[in-house]
Each structure stands twice: as C-alpha cells, then as structure tokens.
C-alpha cells in the first residue's frame, strides 16, 4: 500500500497569496497516477487536477499541479476568497488507491 | 451531466449490516469506461476508498476492507449498492459515491452529495 502523506497540515495565508501543498509517498507512483481534490464544509470533494498535472474540467488556471514518482505539488497561484477549504491527494496503482491526509488552507 | 444520489437508513447497530444505494441519473451506469465506486469520510477526518464495480460486475476492493465489503451493480435501475457487515462504532461515516474515471489511473469526477450513517445503538 502507497502512503500519501500531505504536508503543512495547516496553511494560513492571506487572499491573493500563493499556496504550495506538498503530497509526498512512501514509494514512487505508477506513472503519476495522482489526483487532487477540494473539499469545503458539509460538501463532497471535487476533482482538481489529474495525472499530476492535467486540470479537470472548468477547473480555474490559477491551479496547477506538478511532480512525479514520490514528490507532487498543488499551487494556487493568487488564492481567492472561495479556495478556502481542505485539499486532498489522491494515487492509484495496481487495482488499489489511496487518499492523503489533507492540507486545510485557512484564511490568516 | 451526471448526477448520484445515496439513500439508506440513516442509523446502523453495531455488529449489523450498512447498507446503501447510489441512484445514477443523467447517464448510464452501463456506458463508458467508468467504476462505480464507494468512499467514506469519517467525521472530521480524511476520505478512505472503499471499493469500486465495474457495470460487468467486476469488483475491486480496499484489501482494509475486503473481508466485510460487498458492492453490487444492478444495471436494470441504473443503481450501484454497499454492503458492510458487523459493523462498529468506527464505520460511522459520511459515506459518498461517486464516478471514477480510468484517465491517468483512476480518478473520482463525480460525487454523490454523501449521507451520513452513525452506528450505533
């Protein structure tokens, strides 16, 4: 089993500043088979970003994901006020997946 | 565009069966290269997949899981089940469905609004 572990677990930032998630896993990821998602409240997560670094549909440019084998990023380049919420990791190898841990990006 | 929607009791006893359905709307849960799958989030913490089922019926499941999962298609009414035996406190969860996409691996494009299930007596 791949272990996601996502770090800060806590980012706090200002609106129209940069984040930077960080996932990083216990082995390498089978041909960047990573995804991202954001989950705000009381609402089920929605995809972000698929292999690695491709945005899903109506997804915003100010997100952008890269990275390969053990170590992936998410950035949001200028963060408004609605991507403010939990972001979550997500790879898929050999008929099995995982989640990470989740990064909360709180308004400082 | 698809839509999914959990319905099942809304409280489980421990060492009982959890039981759910995802209701499929807005496209066939027979057409396209798609898994149908389960993924539950317990309250204040992380997603945790389940599982998923291929309209054929094949299945996959988390290997955490595997001894007590059972996910069912039924292609008739367009409906994907759960089941989850003897249950406890630690499967209380909101439980999701949701729509993966075999696309750079497998990826989760759609969700079900989810729906809580507490076990308890």
């Known amino acids: 089993e791949i272990v996601l572990t996502q770090s800060p677990g806590t980012l706090s930032l200002s609106p129209g500043e940069r984040a930077t998630l960080s996932c990083r896993a216990s082995?390498?990821?089978?041909?960047?088979?990573l995804g991202w998602y954001q989950q705000k409240p009381g609402q089920a997560p929605r995809l972000l970003i698929y292999?690695?670094?491709s945005r899903a549909t109506g997804i915003p440019d100010r997100f952008s994901g890269s990275g390969s084998g053990t170590d992936f990023t998410l950035t949001i380049s200028r963060l408004e006020p609605e991507d403010f919420a939990v972001y979550y990791c997500?790879?898929?190898?050999?008929?099995?997946?995982?989640f990470g841990g989740g990064t909360k990006v709180e308004i400082k | 565009q698809v839509q999914l929607q959990e319905s099942g009791p809304g409280l489980v006893e421990p060492s009982q069966t959890l039981s759910l359905t995802c209701t499929v709307s807005?496209?066939?849960?027979?057409?396209?290269?798609?898994?149908w799958s389960w993924i539950r989030q317990p309250p204040g913490k992380g997603l945790e997949w389940i599982g998923y089922?291929?309209?054929?019926?094949?299945?996959y499941y988390n290997p955490s899981l595997k001894s007590r999962v059972t996910i069912s298609v039924d292609t008739s009414k367009n409906q994907f089940s759960l089941k989850l035996t003897s249950v406890t406190a630690a499967d209380t969860a909101v439980y999701y469905c949701?729509?993966?996409?075999?696309?750079?691996?497998?990826?989760?494009?759609?969700w079900g609004q989810g729906t809580l299930v507490p076990v308890s007596s």
């Open positions: 949701a729509r993966a996409i075999t696309i750079f691996g497998v990826v989760f494009d759609h």
């Open positions: 807005g496209g066939s849960i027979s057409g396209g290269d798609y898994y």
């Open positions: 089922i291929y309209y054929s019926g094949s299945t």
């Open positions: 082995q390498s990821v089978t041909s960047s088979y």
């Open positions: 292999g690695a670094s």
């Open positions: 997500q790879q898929y190898g050999r008929s099995f997946l995982t």
